[in-house]
C-alpha cells in the first residue's frame, strides 16, 4: 500500500540525517493536507472531507493519479447521468465535470440544455473551457465572422461571452417580436441594457427615457393612466405613441365612452386590436338583448358590436327612414349586416351603412325580380336603384 512504501522512506531518511553533512539542513519532508488539497480538490469539508488518502490514491504509486470509480459505482452513475452529453464513467472525465468534488446543485438552470433546447448535444467541456463551472465561453462554436454580421447595426453588440448570456440566457436566438426594435422604429438605437435594466430580459424599464415630469402632462386627459412601466407597454405595444383615437372609436369629452380606462376595453395587454364590449355591455336581456330586439341576428360578441358600432352609436330603428325596418315592415328583423355586408375604407372592421353600399341582391334573387318587373321600362337588377328608384324607397312594394 501506498502508506507502507512512505513509511519505509521515513526510515531512510531518519537513518539519513545521522549522517555527516556539508552545507543547508535539507528541507523537510512536506505533504498535502486537506487545506492545501484545495486547488486540486476541496476535501476539507463537503462529500470528501471523510475520505481518506488511500481512498482515491491507493491503487497508483503517485498522487497524481486518482480514482473515483471506487465509490462512485457504475450503475448508479450511468443512470444519473443518463442523456449528459459527453458523459463517460472514467476518473478523468468526473473531475473534468466536477471539479469542486459536488454533485451538480440539480437541473442546469442557469442555462437550458435540456431535450428540445439549441444546446442539448453539447458537452460540458464545449462550454466551460476553465477548471470551474461558473467560467464560460460562447467563442469556441460562435465563430466572431458570423456573429458579427447576425449582430450588425445592434447598440450594445461585443463579441464577448458574458454579454452573449446577457442577451441571449436561454441559448435561443433573440426573437423581439413583442416590442418592435428595427429600422425605422422609435427604439431602433437603444441597447439591450437600456430597457433590461435588471439583468433579466422579461423585466423592463421605460422611466429611465420617459422621465415622470414629461409623461404626466401628455397623459393628463388619459383615464387610468399611470407612470410605470408594464402601464406604458399596455398602451404603446408597438413603443409608439397612441394614434389618434378619435379616427378609429370616438373617446373624447362628450363622447358616450369619454372617461374609460383604456383598460376597460383594451383587456389583452400589449394587443390593442383585440377589443372587449362585454365588460360594459354585458349580454342578458335586460341589459343588450332588449335595445336589440328589433335587430335580427343580435349577438353580444365584440366584434359584432364594432361592426354596426364603430362610431360608438347607431342610429336606432325610428331613425332608418325613409327605408322602413320596424315592426309590421317587410324588413322587421333583418339582420343590419344582410343589407349593409360590405366594410369601410377607414375602418375595415366597421360595416359601411352609406346608402350607395346597401345590398339587396342577396335576398331578392334575379330569377324572381326579372320575372316580377316585366314591362318596367326603369327596372335594373342593382341595389341602389331599388331603393332610389322611385319604387322601393321605403322598402315596400308599390301600393303597400
Given at each position: 500500500?501506498?502508506?507502507?512504501?512512505?513509511?519505509?522512506?521515513?526510515?531512510?531518511?531518519?537513518?539519513?540525517?545521522?549522517?555527516?553533512?556539508?552545507?543547508?539542513?535539507?528541507?523537510?519532508?512536506?505533504?498535502?493536507?486537506?487545506?492545501?488539497?484545495?486547488?486540486?480538490l476541496?476535501?476539507?469539508?463537503?462529500?470528501?472531507?471523510?475520505?481518506?488518502?488511500?481512498?482515491?490514491?491507493?491503487?497508483?504509486?503517485?498522487f497524481?493519479?486518482?480514482?473515483c470509480?471506487?465509490c462512485?459505482?457504475?450503475?448508479?452513475?450511468?443512470?444519473?447521468?443518463?442523456?449528459?452529453?459527453?458523459?463517460?464513467?472514467?476518473?478523468?472525465?468526473?473531475?473534468?465535470?466536477?471539479?469542486?468534488?459536488?454533485?451538480?446543485?440539480?437541473?442546469?438552470?442557469?442555462?437550458?440544455?435540456?431535450?428540445?433546447?439549441?444546446?442539448?448535444?453539447?458537452?460540458?467541456?464545449?462550454?466551460?473551457?476553465?477548471?470551474?463551472?461558473?467560467?464560460?465561453?460562447?467563442?469556441?462554436?460562435?465563430?466572431?465572422?458570423?456573429?458579427?454580421?447576425?449582430?450588425s447595426g445592434?447598440?450594445?453588440?461585443?463579441?464577448?461571452?458574458?454579454?452573449?448570456?446577457?442577451?441571449?440566457?436561454?441559448?435561443?436566438?433573440?426573437?423581439?417580436?413583442?416590442?418592435?426594435?428595427?429600422?425605422?422604429?422609435?427604439?431602433?438605437?437603444?441597447?439591450?441594457t437600456?430597457?433590461?435594466?435588471?439583468?433579466?430580459?422579461?423585466?423592463?424599464?421605460?422611466?429611465?427615457c420617459?422621465?415622470?415630469?414629461?409623461?404626466?402632462?401628455?397623459?393628463?386627459?388619459?383615464?387610468?393612466?399611470?407612470?410605470?412601466?408594464?402601464?406604458?407597454?399596455?398602451?404603446?405595444?408597438?413603443?409608439?405613441?397612441?394614434?389618434?383615437?378619435?379616427?378609429?372609436?370616438?373617446?373624447?369629452?362628450?363622447?358616450d365612452?369619454?372617461?374609460?380606462?383604456?383598460?376597460d376595453?383594451?383587456?389583452?395587454?400589449?394587443?390593442?386590436?383585440?377589443?372587449?364590449?362585454?365588460?360594459?355591455?354585458?349580454?342578458?336581456?335586460?341589459?343588450?338583448?332588449?335595445p336589440?330586439?328589433?335587430?335580427?341576428?343580435?349577438?353580444?360578441?365584440?366584434?359584432?358590436?364594432?361592426?354596426?358600432?364603430?362610431?360608438?352609436?347607431?342610429?336606432?330603428?325610428?331613425?332608418?327612414?325613409?327605408?322602413?325596418?320596424?315592426?309590421?315592415?317587410?324588413?322587421?328583423?333583418?339582420?343590419?349586416?344582410?343589407?349593409?355586408?360590405?366594410?369601410?375604407?377607414?375602418?375595415?372592421?366597421?360595416?359601411?351603412?352609406?346608402?350607395?353600399?346597401?345590398?339587396?341582391?342577396?335576398?331578392?334573387?334575379?330569377?324572381?325580380?326579372?320575372?316580377?318587373?316585366?314591362?318596367?321600362?326603369?327596372?335594373?337588377?342593382?341595389?341602389?336603384?331599388?331603393?332610389?328608384?322611385?319604387?322601393?324607397?321605403?322598402?315596400?312594394?308599390?301600393?303597400?
Amino acid at each position: 500500500m501506498r502508506l507502507e512504501r512512505v513509511s519505509r522512506a521515513l526510515v531512510a531518511l531518519l537513518l539519513l540525517a545521522g549522517c555527516p553533512k556539508d552545507g543547508a539542513d535539507a528541507p523537510s519532508i512536506t505533504a498535502l493536507d486537506r487545506a492545501t488539497h484545495e486547488p486540486k480538490l476541496p476535501i476539507a469539508e463537503g462529500a470528501h472531507a471523510t475520505a481518506d488518502c488511500n481512498d482515491c490514491h491507493g491503487a497508483f504509486d503517485t498522487f497524481t493519479r486518482f480514482d473515483c470509480l471506487q465509490c462512485h459505482g457504475q450503475a448508479k452513475t450511468d443512470a444519473i447521468h443518463g442523456g449528459n452529453a459527453g458523459y463517460a464513467w472514467d476518473s478523468g472525465a468526473c473531475l473534468s465535470c466536477h471539479p469542486q468534488g459536488k454533485a451538480e446543485s440539480g437541473p442546469h438552470t442557469a442555462f437550458p440544455i435540456g431535450e428540445g433546447t439549441r444546446h442539448v448535444d453539447r458537452t460540458c467541456s464545449r462550454c466551460h473551457i476553465g477548471a470551474t463551472r461558473q467560467e464560460f465561453s460562447c467563442l469556441e462554436c460562435h465563430a466572431q465572422p458570423k456573429t458579427d454580421a447576425d449582430h450588425s447595426g445592434m447598440p450594445g453588440y461585443a463579441y464577448d461571452s458574458p454579454q452573449c448570456y446577457a442577451c441571449h440566457p436561454t441559448g435561443e436566438a433573440a426573437e423581439h417580436n413583442r416590442f418592435p426594435i428595427g429600422a425605422g422604429t422609435s427604439h431602433v438605437d437603444r441597447t439591450c441594457t437600456g430597457c433590461h435594466t435588471t439583468g433579466s430580459l422579461q423585466g423592463f424599464s421605460c422611466l429611465s427615457c420617459h422621465p415622470q415630469a414629461q409623461a404626466d402632462p401628455e397623459h393628463a386627459s388619459v383615464p387610468g393612466y399611470a407612470w410605470e412601466s408594464r402601464k406604458c407597454y399596455e398602451c404603446h405595444p408597438t413603443g409608439e405613441a397612441a394614434v389618434d383615437h378619435q379616427k378609429y372609436f370616438p373617446i373624447g369629452q362628450g363622447d358616450d365612452h369619454a372617461g374609460l380606462a383604456c383598460s376597460d376595453c383594451h383587456t389583452v395587454p400589449g394587443q390593442r386590436p383585440i377589443v372587449t364590449c362585454n365588460v360594459c355591455h354585458a349580454h342578458p336581456a335586460a341589459s343588450m338583448a332588449a335595445p336589440h330586439a328589433g335587430v335580427g341576428g343580435f349577438d353580444s360578441a365584440s366584434e359584432l358590436c364594432m361592426r354596426c358600432h364603430a362610431d360608438s352609436q347607431v342610429d336606432r330603428v325610428a331613425a332608418h327612414l325613409p327605408f322602413r325596418i320596424g315592426n309590421g315592415t317587410g324588413h322587421t328583423r333583418t339582420s343590419c349586416l344582410a343589407c349593409h355586408p360590405q366594410r369601410r375604407a377607414d375602418k375595415a372592421w366597421a360595416a359601411d351603412f352609406a346608402r350607395a353600399r346597401v345590398d339587396c341582391l342577396s335576398c331578392h334573387r334575379r330569377v324572381e325580380m326579372d320575372d316580377q318587373h316585366q314591362g318596367m321600362p326603369t327596372y335594373q337588377y342593382q341595389s341602389l336603384t331599388c331603393i332610389t328608384g322611385g319604387c322601393h324607397a321605403d322598402g315596400s312594394k308599390p301600393g303597400d
